[in-house]
């Protein structure tokens, strides 16, 4: 080593080392070098800003990784459009995966389940009329006590749909519905799996996120729109919820053979005697164009 620092003096301190190592100092005692080293200020600065940089970049690595996994898998077809809901339950979030068969009367539905939820329009809209419309499925207007018919995508396997809502007295937000559309179904199942399918999908997917829902009552028969061969399901959901007074959900598929093939699709709380006589009337002006 040099007997001293170049223009220092006997003063002492930190100069850089005088071996030559980069980024080290060593400490003169005013007399001779000490064996007394550390790194330069700036160097450990440097080091300590490049580990909390690291450290930043990981944690963010980790939150946006968490993001993308709950996105995936909290729900396939969430219609961000829509601001409320078309059917006498849900908690508007978000809905599921692919379809499986209905379940037998009695027992609680599983979840989730993943069924189609997005598929674009593809007929002119409808004319203003007394008529609420999905595709040539139509049935006439519900009493001025619902909502005036809009365009909407909530339904399973559907398009070119409208529906009428008319929100309950209740804690938590709920409706009754009414809704006709156009079928979208891949594999066209026919009668009662058609039916059955999109039972399925409404009792796991996001129309009744917010109770736990058992199928009570589950009934499938033949029938026809004028001269239209459909099939039609009736069905009672039950389930207890702290901030509903309702018990349950009167449900109604009907799938008609039209063409394109078409649906209509009530619910309805099943203490509502006044509303089902509506529906029960609006299930009996069904009318295929």
Known sequence: MSAGPP????????????????????????RAWTANVRRATGQRRGRLAAMITGGVIVVLII???????????????????????????????????????????GTPSARPVACDLTTPNQLPDPPSDDRVHGGPLTFKRLPVSWRSPVATRRFPYSRDAQVQTQRMREELGWEASAQVGVLTFEDDPKGEEATSRLLQCLVTSDFYTSVDVTIAKNETKPTKIGSTPATRLDALLTFSHPQLKTKGSLIRIIVVDSDPRTYYFHAVPMEREDLIAELDAATDSLAVS
């Open 7 to 30: 223009g220092a003096g006997p003063q002492p301190g930190w100069y850089p080392d005088p071996d030559g190592t980069p980024g080290r100092l060593r400490y003169y005692d005013g």
């Open 63 to 105: 939150v946006v990784g968490v993001v993308v996994l709950t996105r995936q898998t909290s729900g396939a077809f969430t219609d961000a459009a829509l601001p409320s809901s078309s059917v006498s339950g849900w908690d508007d979030s978000s809905p599921t995966e692919a379809p499986s068969s209905a379940e037998p009367s």
